[in-house]
């Protein structure tokens, strides 16, 4: 059993080659019956500046979870920085035992500081990578994957930069453009529902949110952008194996 949460599709696709059995956080939320009761249990998740998102940290909160295996899988683009520490950590809070916590390098798509088309040009090995991870789950191998130096000083230098401009990263900067033609897919990608059509064009409900950038990236028109900082409003992603309708489906509220 697996649960995970993609924007863009690479959890996503983590999650369907680790389990056959994987559940959208988004969708799971939604039921009364948060009780999970299974052999291995494991959660997949994007990292967000060294943790976990707020989506999957109320899932963890109000979730039940027997298992004698629980594992994180945490993926990320350029720079993991302390992620399987802090998520195990979290859970830790929560009563759960973490028995493995690892990352896994993929495109990063957090447009306000990468070019996802410099990012797709990588070849970050993403399938050896995930042969790894399959063996030691396999195996069902106890690890937690500490930080290193570099990563702890990067982990504090970003803390410390949202803290005192959270409008950063907390869903301010997102803009909806004139480009947008009203067709509503950044509604049906939205986690949290935060988007809603009026008028024949899409606008956001409240003006913070997961900051996924599900919206941004899946938009056909380019519609979307970053206020502050967008490195190529060109330039989208989502992930090769995982088309749109997986997105809605994973997503949709």
């Known amino acids: 059993m697996i649960f995970y949460f993609s924007a863009t599709g690479n959890c996503l696709h983590i999650s369907q080659q680790l389990d056959s059995h994987s559940q959208s956080i988004p969708q799971v939320l939604k039921t009364e019956d948060l009780e999970f009761e299974d052999e291995t249990i494991g959660i997949v998740t994007p990292v967000y500046a060294g943790k976990m998102p707020h989506i999957v940290r109320r899932f963890i909160e109000k979730a039940t979870f027997k298992t004698n295996y629980f594992y994180i ?60 991870i399959k063996e030691d789950l396999n195996q069902r191998k106890n690890f937690i994957k500490q930080p290193t130096e570099d990563g702890r000083e990067k982990y504090d230098l970003v803390k410390a930069r949202f803290t005192e401009y959270p409008e950063i990263n907390n869903g301010e900067q997102i803009k909806i453009t004139d480009k947008c033609s009203g067709c509503g897919i950044c509604v049906r990608v939205c986690p949290i529902g935060n988007i809603k059509i009026i008028g024949g064009k899409a606008v956001k409900i409240n003006k913070t949110c997961e900051f996924c950038l599900a919206c941004a990236n899946n938009c056909p028109s380019k519609a979307i952008i970053m206020s502050i900082s967008d490195k190529n409003p060109n330039a989208r992603y989502r992930n090769e194996h995982v088309s749109l309708q997986d997105i809605i489906k994973a997503n949709e509220q």
């Open 73 to 132: 899988i945490s993926t990320y683009g350029m720079n993991d920085s302390v992620a399987s520490e802090w998520a195990s950590q979290f859970c830790k809070e929560q009563g759960i035992k973490v028995n493995y916590a690892n990352t896994l390098q993929m495109v990063d798509n957090y447009l306000p500081s990468f070019d996802v088309n410099e990012q797709k040009a990588m070849d970050k090995k993403i399938p050896e990578q995930l042969s790894m």
